[in-house]
């Protein structure tokens, strides 16, 4: 991605807002799953350092009336959104640049309520993948990060609230609501394999 601007994003209920401050960094950058990484270390070591002066360099309002924001995952040059839009549970993606709106996901389904899953982001070099389920929800979802388009699904998962998927390789790790720990190939959406009753779901957390 060459030289770009470091920055720190945070949310809240109804617009994301962006701090930027100036300097260049390089090599890998951003936050693409719920704990930063596999293992839960809430910290990126491949960051450059962060310091003031921060700047905002953009807020997004969502024009949905009834809308509230529950996660955000960063990659240099996109950020994806997950929550509630009119009730709808949706996953969107802004400009890291600009904060301009790229595209939207509806997750199919009645909606309403907390969606109540962090999305995460497979770096796959030809074609980067978001992925993610929702309470209420029967399925597992991969979309394109750069168009929004649907890449796979994964149907019966009964509902993944309060549990975050972890990429850890290539593979995708979930526990869903059903009480199963599951591994998938995150690229191809293929079930790897599977442990059943695991009991209530939690955080999951890989290292070596």
Avoid at 67 to 79: G, I, K, N, Q, R
Wanted: hydrophobic share 40%.
């Amino acid at each position: 991605m060459g030289l770009f601007k470091q920055r720190l994003y945070y949310f809240f209920s109804i617009a994301v807002a962006v701090l930027v401050f100036q300097g260049d960094a390089r090599g890998e950058s951003g936050w693409s799953m719920y704990g930063a990484d596999s293992a839960n270390s809430f910290s990126n070591s491949r960051e450059s350092l962060l310091k003031p002066p921060l700047v905002k360099a953009w807020e997004y309002q969502h024009k949905a009336g009834n809308a509230f924001f529950e996660a955000v995952v960063l990659t240099p040059d996109a950020a994806f959104v997950s929550g509630s839009l009119g009730n709808r549970h949706t996953v969107f993606a802004l400009d890291a640049l600009r904060g301009t709106h790229r595209w939207q996901f509806i997750l199919p389904g009645k909606g309403g309520g907390s969606m109540g899953v962090c999305p995460a982001v497979y770096p796959d070099t030809q074609k980067r993948l978001l992925l993610f389920g929702a309470q209420g929800n029967d399925s597992l979802f991969a979309v394109e990060a750069l168009t929004g388009k649907q890449a796979w699904k994964i149907s019966g998962i009964r509902g993944m609230y309060d549990t975050n998927p972890k990429i850890y390789g290539g593979t995708l790790y979930f526990n869903s609501s059903q009480g199963s720990l599951m591994g998938v190939s995150a690229k191809q959406g293929r079930v790897l394999w599977s442990l059943p009753k695991m009991g209530r779901q939690s955080d999951i957390v890989i290292e070596d």
